[in-house]
């Protein structure tokens, strides 16, 4: 069992929807959680950042954070064609453990006009 | 400033031949990483450096060498190709006060024959 799992889609919506990306995972000592947004042919770019269990809100984007059931999620709201990329998910022990950074393999999304 | 820039964009190697991808951030970030991307793996550490003068192996270190003689700097050496190295490589820099502030560079793509 890998240690992080994400459903690699592609997931394909219509402008305005709600998109809702997860991951999995099997460590329960990660403690921090990341998701990035990658388009095409570029490097990944850091979106959201969490800590521990709960919600954070950033605009039309929401990670949330469910320890218990070692689940996250990426929540875009009223979603837009600039949104298309492939998000990765990315969680950690210690907020300072560099070697330790855990990606997911990443869920190529659509929003289609 | 920059941010994290690399070279080349994309490169065609031979088996057996050797060659060095470069890195260079100006952020003055003492965390420095490489990663390899491939279809369905998610990002994969292969070595990374805490500051000029140290480096350490990640996950996947076979088949590459690192060194750090600047702040700035960090070339990846493949020392002899192999078409299991044929993937997109991206170089990533922070501070040390946390791993959420990761930038990454826009990848090369290596292939080799």
């Known amino acids: 069992q890998k240690e992080v799992e994400q459903d690699p889609g592609p997931l394909s919506v219509p402008e305005g929807a709600i998109v809702s990306l997860n991951c999995t995972y099997s460590?329960?000592?990660?403690?921090?959680f990341m998701w990035y947004r990658q388009y095409s042919r570029k490097g990944p770019e850091l979106l959201m950042y969490t800590y521990s269990s709960g919600n954070k809100e950033d605009g039309r984007f929401t990670a949330q954070v469910d320890k218990s059931s070692k689940y996250i999620s990426l929540f875009i709201r009223d979603s837009q064609p600039s949104d298309s990329a492939t998000y990765l998910c990315a969680m950690t022990v210690m907020k300072t453990s560099y070697d330790k950074v855990i990606f997911g393999p990443g869920t190529s999304l659509s929003v289609i006009p | 400033n920059a941010g994290v820039t690399q070279t080349p964009k994309f490169q065609v190697l031979k088996t057996g031949q050797s060659m060095t991808l470069q890195c260079a951030q100006d952020m003055n970030h003492e965390y420095m990483s490489w990663y390899r991307q491939d279809p369905g793996m998610g990002l994969r550490l292969i070595h990374y450096?805490?500051?000029?003068?140290?480096?350490d192996q990640g996950e996947v270190p076979n088949g590459y060498n690192v060194s750090r003689s600047t702040t700035e700097d960090f070339p990846l050496r493949l020392l002899s190709a192999a078409p299991s190295q044929t993937s997109v490589y991206f170089c990533?820099?922070?501070?040390?006060?946390?791993?959420?502030?990761?930038?990454f560079g826009p990848g090369t793509r290596l292939l080799v024959l």
């Open positions: 990533a820099s922070s501070f040390l006060t946390g791993q959420e502030t990761q930038y």
């Open positions: 460590n329960s000592a990660f403690q921090y």
């Open positions: 450096s805490v500051g000029a003068g140290i480096t």
